[in-house]
């Protein structure tokens, strides 16, 4: 598992590199959705990381939509199935999938079209 020595700085950056959206005013913004969406808090906590992790291995680095393998998790997200809107009970016990980034940011500009304000790993 030499991999998850990296794991915890490559969560660090993961939510600005995520970001599809522009990437002027990125701190800001950042800082923004940390103070109004509860969501944004929460995947900075050992508990989701550890949840996250869960997922992954559980899916065998596997990403549901594309079926690739992606050894580096730092490529992978744990994905909500039902978006969980800020919701702390579908955040923490909704169903969730293992995507790759690349067929993440495609569900998430479909789920962002809808719902704009929502935050979608
Ligand atoms: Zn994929």
């Not at 002027?24 to 990381?49: G, H, I, Q």
Request: net charge positive; aromatic share 8%; hydrophobic share 35%.
């Amino acid at each position: 598992m030499a991999k998850l020595a990296n794991l915890k700085p490559a969560l660090s950056s993961m939510a600005p590199r995520l970001n599809v959206a522009g990437p002027a005013n990125e701190r800001e913004r950042s800082s923004l959705r940390s103070k109004t969406e509860p969501a944004f808090r929460w995947y900075n906590t050992a508990r989701w990381r550890k949840l996250r992790m869960e997922v992954i291995t559980r899916d065998r680095f596997t990403c549901r939509m594309c079926k690739r393998i992606e050894p580096n998790t730092a490529n992978l997200v744990a994905d909500h199935v039902i978006p969980h809107r800020n919701d702390p009970v579908k955040f923490w016990e909704g169903k969730l999938q293992t995507l790759c980034r690349t067929c993440h940011s495609t569900t998430k500009q479909k789920a962002e079209s809808s719902m704009p304000k929502g935050v979608w790993y």
